[in-house]
């Protein structure tokens, strides 16, 4: 059998178009969703990023602003650009681009970002709200991975069994809490796990986030299990991959998300649904 893909092209652009009917409904009050996208440095990929996240915004009809700083911005003079936004009230989201250049502490920027506009899902309220099931903003790919979930009818994971391959606090951890608020039994795999696969093969769900190539391959997979791919890496001959040994997992997997096409696009899009909630709620 080989596994269905679940296009996060195509199931971004569904909701991308949802975001721009509620968008011009928000208009006809008087008020335009605005996001901030602040870029400190000249990173060649952050640069790419934030062109799409641009665009993006655009594409729904939101009132986009891009701030681009020197890499020799002093940290004071971004918190203090940080801050101007928190009190823009024609800004409902605020994004500050990672990496910042190495004299600038990124915890510091984050936390200066009011919770309010948090719209990433990376201030330490956030990932509380997220933890104990608050009102808040998620982060943006795990929740991206989510609403992938839901497409294919697993919007209430109870009985079923998740695997996380990572820990990082931008994907793995915020991801381990979504699937637990969906009622999944969710194990947490890392560096320091001894025998991944025997974990892996228990898993009805397999969310791969470690940003290492082939760290999930077809003897690791129960046969039907649905694999989520946020791996972003290149492979020896230079081609774009993920975490997942793509063409041997499609063969035992249930649906599989591919590299390009899957978790990518979803990321951006749940950035829009972020600033948009934060839009409708400022709106009251």
Do not use: W
Not at 19 to 39: E, F, S
């Amino acid at each position: 059998m080989t596994a269905q893909i679940i296009d996060g092209k195509a199931l971004s652009e569904q909701l991308r178009k949802e975001v721009a009917t509620r968008a011009a409904a928000l208009k006809t009050r008087g008020i335009t969703p605005g996001l901030a996208v602040v870029l400190v440095g000249d990173n060649q990929a952050s640069q790419v990023y934030v062109r799409n996240k641009v665009k993006a915004c655009e594409d729904v009809g939101f009132h986009s602003v891009l701030e681009k700083y020197d890499a020799s911005m002093t940290e004071a003079e971004l918190l203090a650009r940080v801050e101007a936004l928190n009190n823009d009230p024609s800004i409902h989201g605020i994004l500050v681009q990672l990496p910042l250049p190495k004299h600038i502490d990124d915890h510091k920027v984050i936390e200066t970002i009011s919770p309010a506009k948090d719209v990433d899902g990376f201030h330490v309220a956030s990932a509380g709200a997220l933890m104990v099931g608050e009102v808040g903003f998620k982060a943006c790919t795990p929740y991206g991975c989510m609403k992938m979930l839901e497409s294919i009818g697993m919007k209430d994971l109870r009985g079923k069994h998740a695997v996380v391959i990572g820990r990082s606090n931008i994907v793995g951890k915020p991801m381990a809490m979504m699937l637990l608020a969906a009622n999944a039994t969710v194990t947490v795999t890392h560096s320091g796990t001894a025998d991944l696969a025997a974990m892996t093969r228990q898993a009805d769900v397999i969310v791969a986030a470690v940003g290492k190539v082939d760290v999930l391959t077809a003897d690791m997979v129960k046969p039907g299990a649905v694999v989520i791919d946020v791996g972003m890496n290149r492979n020896a001959e230079g081609k774009l991959c993920g975490d997942v040994q793509f063409d041997g997992v499609k063969e035992v997997a249930g649906y599989i998300t591919p590299v390009p096409g899957g978790v990518g696009p979803m990321t951006i899009t749940m950035l829009l649904v972020n600033t948009m909630e934060s839009a409708e709620r400022a709106a009251g």
